[in-house]
């Protein structure tokens, strides 16, 4: 079935260091890629989103490609910040199903000073 | 706040008794999904509303469960006889343009 495979974590960085992900997926068709983004005590958000083969998406300093010959779609920063202390889900979406997000298992980030 | 809001936050009860969440999706969105997030996991499908037709339901959703969008406003899901396997975050979301609004979650915990 359609799934979502992450790195495990926590992944723990210092300040300003590069940051990468990994996500790779399983899905039948054409799915849109997502990043979000959990907070401590608040609620998912999108980050970002490619929604064709070779489409970058990014936002807030963090890109990802999404890579159909890999069916990859890694997460990077070139330099964090405390604050993107977070938990970060990789998900898909298929064409045609009602924009159904399935989710990777989360990866834990923690940037210290 | 115009985001999705969820009630309660946060819900302790004993095996057996039933519990319910209800969620406000933000005011125009048509579409409301549920998820359950166990820790350490991410966010699994549950059941999927457009205006109050209740159109798609993951096998995790047993007959114990049971979700409703009278009005096509405002979601309730219901669990009855509830189990210490249900203990999850239950997550509402709400969607426009493709992209889904998360609520903050009601934390359930079952003893």
């Known amino acids: 079935g359609d799934s979502v495979t992450q790195m495990e974590g926590p992944v723990t960085l210092s300040e300003e260091a590069f940051l990468t992900i990994n996500c790779t997926y399983t899905a ?5 890629l997502f990043w979000y983004v959990q907070y401590p005590g608040e609620g998912l958000q999108l980050l ?7 489409d970058k998406g990014s936002n807030k300093g963090f890109e990802a490609t999404y890579r159909k010959e890999t069916t990859s779609f890694h997460l990077e920063k070139g330099s964090v910040q405390v604050s993107d202390s977070a938990v970060y889900f990789c998900a898909l979406t298929l064409s045609g199903g009602y924009n159904k997000l399935i989710f990777g298992a989360g990866t834990r980030l923690a940037v210290h000073p | 706040d115009t985001g999705v809001s969820q009630d309660p936050r946060h ?6 008794q039933n519990v319910t969440f209800r969620c406000d999706p933000i005011s125009e969105h ?20 457009q205006n109050e037709a209740q159109l798609e339901k993951s096998r995790l959703l047993s007959d114990r469960f049971s979700a409703e969008r009278p009005k096509g406003s405002f979601s309730t899901l219901e669990i009855q006889r509830t189990e210490q396997g249900d203990s ?7 969607i426009r343009e493709g992209e889904l609004f998360f609520g903050e979650g009601s934390r359930l915990t079952v003893l």
């Open chain 1, 28 to 32: 039948t068709g054409y799915p849109s």
């Open chain 1, 48 to 54: 970002l989103k490619a929604t064709k083969a070779d």
């Open chain 2, 11 to 16: 819900k302790i009860t004993k095996r057996g």
């Open chain 2, 30 to 49: 048509n579409r409301l999904y549920w998820y359950r997030q166990t820790l350490g996991q991410g966010p699994e499908f549950l059941t999927y509303f």
């Open chain 2, 88 to 94: 999850a975050m239950y997550l509402c979301a709400s």
